[in-house]
Every structure is written in structure tokens, then in C-alpha cells.
Nanobody, 130 residues
Framework: QVQLVESGGGLVQAGGSLRLSCAAS????????KGWFRQAPGKEREFVSG????????????YYTDSVKGRFTISRDNAKNTVYLQMNSLKPEDTAVYYC???????????????????WGQGTQVTVSS
């Protein structure tokens, strides 16, 4: 059963933009936390951005890793069960496979930690040429 499907990756020149989409279905669609991670060849999977739905301790909060702050924007369309990652001013070091992930909130969870997520997409390649 497919839960998360990413799209929107591709090849772009440095300074360009891409918008990634993540369509959620099934149980993944009802999760409160959606995240974007990326993994470059030979490197560990790293957190890029996350968005948390309204809950008692974090209402509509967004998170970004320092290297993408001011360049990337995460958003969600609840009616479409879709999360977006708008990526502007792309750099060659942004080149990676980008993964969408989803989970529900839980005490002690860390939105930046991959192991805290229950559902993962198949990934979409983003390549930024210099």
C-alpha cells in the first residue's frame, strides 16, 4: 500500500528553483508531522525541513536545517494531503535524493531524526549543476 509519493525532482542550474511535492495516502495522510530529508552519495540521510500540524504543544510549526534557511519553504495543503518543499537559490551541495517522511507526534520525538518517522516515500532525485 503506497503511503507517500514524491515528485518534482530534476536537474537545475545553480541559482534555480524546484518545488517538490509529497502526496500522502492511507495512514500517512492523517499524520501530524511531515518531513523532508535528503541523502547524497556516500553520506547519511539528513534532515532538511519539517512541518507539524496543530497539536497542543506545537501549532503549525516549521523547522529547517541551517543550510536551507531563507532558501527553502515547506508548506502543506491538507485538502490535498500534500506537502510541498519550495527550493530556491539552489546550490550544487543541495544535490541529493530527497525523501518525504511522515509520523505522528510522540513524547520525546525529534522532527530532525529519521528514526522517529514511520512512513517514507521512494525519493526523488535533485541535481544542481554548477
Amino acid at each position: 500500500q503506497v503511503q507517500l509519493v514524491e515528485s518534482g525532482g530534476g536537474l537545475v542550474q545553480a541559482g534555480g528553483s524546484l518545488r517538490l511535492s509529497c502526496a500522502a495516502s492511507g495512514r500517512a495522510a492523517s499524520t501530524h508531522v511531515k518531513g523532508w530529508f535528503r541523502q547524497a552519495p556516500g553520506k547519511e540521510r539528513e534532515f532538511v525541513s519539517g512541518i507539524v500540524s496543530a497539536i497542543t504543544w506545537s501549532i503549525g510549526r516549521t523547522y529547517y536545517t541551517d543550510s536551507v534557511k531563507g532558501r527553502f519553504t515547506i508548506s502543506r495543503d491538507n485538502a490535498k494531503n500534500t506537502v510541498y518543499l519550495q527550493m530556491n537559490s539552489l546550490k550544487p551541495e543541495d544535490t541529493a535524493v530527497y525523501y518525504c517522511a511522515a509520523t505522528n507526534t510522540a513524547p520525546g520525538m525529534d522532527v530532525t531524526r529519521p528514526s522517529d518517522y514511520d512512513y517514507w516515500g521512494q525519493g526523488t532525485q535533485v541535481t544542481v549543476s554548477s
